[in-house]
């Protein structure tokens, strides 16, 4: 400290926040110190770790770019995870209520902070400022582009976007120097209560950490924070549920063992049972972001009929966000008569063909009204140009989630478009259905979710979400779609909608048992 800090007195131990600056060093140095006093002085080793998430703001706002942001963030994480620990240890023994409230703001902040910030910056933002940070973006996705060609790639282009990239990052951090700083703002926890008990529901908040993982619980204006009994066995557990919906026929094949795998991560993840609330909001986090909450079975049975299974879907309408914040900020269903913008490539007499997408238009169409384009008319500037005119955006096309090197897509008539390339719409649509494979699954960052589709229409502006999960199927999605879309016709809320549409597919007598395996039903989550 007193290498580091200028007029730094030892007599304080700490050094005050006011004398600190941008250094990641200095970061280090407070993080041993808290971890020193952890266990005699734990008071102590809040305040160290509250300086260092206050440098660590200072070194987020000189930073532009996602991935360092994203770097940055899972330093944040690791921090966050110890004073949860620290916080939990002190409402034990002294049964202060503010100790969960505070750990609770920590857990909040890790969540989706970069989507976040920018969200909130947009708002704020100069013309000049907007500007570079759309010319900025467009950048990546060209680096991006260039990038995925491999050893064909150019590197003379790619040193002319980097070095055009620098020269707008040194424009924009000039531009927003003048604008102060952002700041992660703390959740308004009365706000939260008082929208959760006008909802009618309860919310589940997960902090999945390194070594330990955590639930905050939301209901009657109570917080409440558990430890998840996890262990070496239960995180694989999670996974091998997940692995289920890698096929069609890998449930039907094995509909016992999906019964007890399913009622296993059930009881792992300490779910809450039926209640006078109709509805859950879940908070996922880490792995959990995709997760099927709703195919979960909290009853085992022998039975193989799917329709009468124990689904957790018959407990809760169950809604999921990347934050607290989000759900307390977003804007919720409304009465007002809403026009449906629709894109459907179809890709007829192609390898590609959805032949199941015309029944899902027809039935779209019958309850919407509003502008739909088909076929080759399905492109990418006709969406762009026309998306800020409608109410509902639904993109009934192709998409993948990419892998570790290549990011997340979705194909329109004309041309695929990367996640990122959806950052710059500036749209504000009430609702974005992606009727596509895996919209809301991509590279999965602890701190900041999954760098999917769906992250691209949040960027983008979109306050409602229904994506999926995994590669569906045309027939039933198609099916989904019809009541789906009915229900909202219906002046159902969307939570409600998507949760209806979901049992009234499972009811359905025309639907054979081995379609109304959760693989069909549980991809589309809202």
């Known amino acids: 400290?007193?290498?580091?800090?200028?007029?730094?007195?030892?007599?304080?131990?700490?050094?005050?926040?006011?004398?600190?600056?941008?250094?990641?060093?200095?970061?280090?140095?407070?993080?041993?110190?808290?971890?020193?006093?952890?266990?005699?002085?734990?008071?102590?080793?809040?305040?160290?770790?509250?300086?260092?998430?206050?440098?660590?703001?200072?070194?987020?706002?000189?930073?532009?770019?996602?991935?360092?942001?994203?770097?940055?963030?899972?330093?944040?994480?690791?921090?966050?995870?110890?004073?949860?620990?620290?916080?939990?240890?002190?409402?034990?023994?002294?049964?202060?209520?503010?100790?969960?409230?505070?750990?609770?703001?920590?857990?909040?902040?890790?969540?989706?902070?970069?989507?976040?910030?920018?969200?909130?910056?947009?708002?704020?933002?100069?013309?000049?400022?907007?500007?570079?940070?759309?010319?900025?973006?467009?950048?990546?996705?060209?680096?991006?582009?260039?990038?995925?060609?491999?050893n064909s790639a150019t590197l003379s282009e790619l040193n002319r976007l980097i070095k055009k990239q620098n020269e707008i990052m040194l424009l924009l951090k000039k531009t927003e120097s003048k604008n102060g700083n952002y700041i992660p703002e703390t959740c308004n926890l009365k706000a939260l209560f008082s929208k959760l008990e006008k909802d009618k529901a309860m919310m589940i908040c997960y902090f999945m950490g390194f070594e330990n993982q955590y639930y905050f619980t939301l209901q009657n204006n109570q917080i409440r924070l558990d430890r998840l009994n996890t262990t070496h066995v239960s995180i694989p557990k999670i996974v091998q549920f997940i692995d289920y919906f890698n096929s069609a026929d890998a449930i039907t094949n094995?509909?016992?063992?999906?019964?007890?795998?399913?009622?296993?991560?059930?009881?792992?993840?300490?779910?809450?049972?039926?209640?006078?609330?109709?509805?859950?909001?879940?908070?996922?986090?880490?792995?959990?972001?995709?997760?099927?909450f709703e195919a979960l079975i909290t009853k085992e049975s022998k039975t193989t009929n799917f329709a009468k299974m124990d689904f957790f879907l018959n407990d809760f309408n169950i809604g999921y966000t990347n934050s607290a914040s989000f759900y307390l900020n977003s804007i919720p269903y409304s009465n007002a008569k809403k026009t449906v913008l629709g894109i459907f490539p179809i890709f007829e007499k192609t390898n590609f063909a959805l032949t199941f997408s015309k029944n899902e238009l027809q039935s779209i169409k019958k309850n919407f009204g509003g502008q739909y384009f088909e076929n080759s008319n399905a492109t990418f500037s006709n969406f762009k140009n026309n998306a800020a005119n409608y109410a509902i955006l639904h993109l009934s096309t192709h998409a993948s989630s990419g892998d570790l090197e290549t990011p997340a897509s979705i194909k329109f008539y004309d041309q695929e478009i990367l996640y990122s390339e959806l950052y710059n719409l500036n749209i504000n649509p009430d609702l974005v259905v992606l009727s596509a494979c895996e919209t809301g699954i991509g590279k999965l960052y602890k701190a900041e979710g999954a760098m999917s589709i769906a992250r691209g229409f949040q960027f983008a502006g979109a306050k409602n979400l229904l994506f999926s999960l995994w590669k569906v199927n045309d027939f039933t999605t198609s099916v989904f779609m019809d009541d789906f879309y009915t229900n909202l016709k219906n002046k159902q809320s969307y939570v409600e909608a998507n949760a209806n549409a979901k049992r009234d597919f499972?009811?359905?007598?025309?639907?054979?048992?081995?379609?109304?395996?959760?693989?069909?039903?549980?991809?589309?989550?809202?």
């Not at 250094?23 to 971890?35: F, G, K, S, W, Y």
């Not at 703001?105 to 933002?125: C, D, H, M, V, Y």
């Not at 900025?136 to 990038?147: A, F, G, T």
């Not at 509909?255 to 109709?278: A, E, F, G, R």
């Open 254 to 292: 094995a509909i016992s063992d999906y019964n007890t795998y399913s009622k296993q991560v059930y009881d792992i993840l300490k779910l809450p049972k039926k209640s006078v609330y109709p509805s859950l909001i879940i908070v996922p986090d880490g792995i959990l972001n995709f997760l099927p």
């Open 1 to 150: 400290f007193k290498i580091l800090v200028p007029n730094y007195n030892s007599k304080n131990g700490l050094p005050n926040q006011n004398q600190v600056y941008a250094e990641t060093v200095l970061i280090d140095a407070l993080d041993l110190q808290a971890e020193i006093f952890q266990f005699k002085q734990p008071k102590e080793a809040i305040r160290a770790f509250e300086i260092s998430f206050y440098i660590e703001n200072l070194v987020m706002n000189s930073l532009v770019y996602e991935n360092s942001k994203i770097i940055t963030q899972l330093r944040s994480r690791n921090r966050t995870e110890k004073c949860i620990a620290i916080y939990n240890d002190l409402y034990q023994k002294e049964g202060k209520i503010e100790y969960l409230e505070n750990a609770f703001q920590l857990s909040e902040k890790t969540k989706s902070g970069i989507l976040k910030s920018f969200r909130s910056n947009i708002k704020n933002a100069s013309a000049a400022e907007k500007h570079y940070l759309y010319e900025l973006q467009n950048l990546n996705n060209s680096i991006l582009k260039e990038q995925q060609k491999g």
């Open 506 to 526: 499972l009811k359905d007598p025309n639907i054979p048992n081995a379609k109304k395996s959760p693989y069909y039903w549980s991809a589309f989550v809202y």
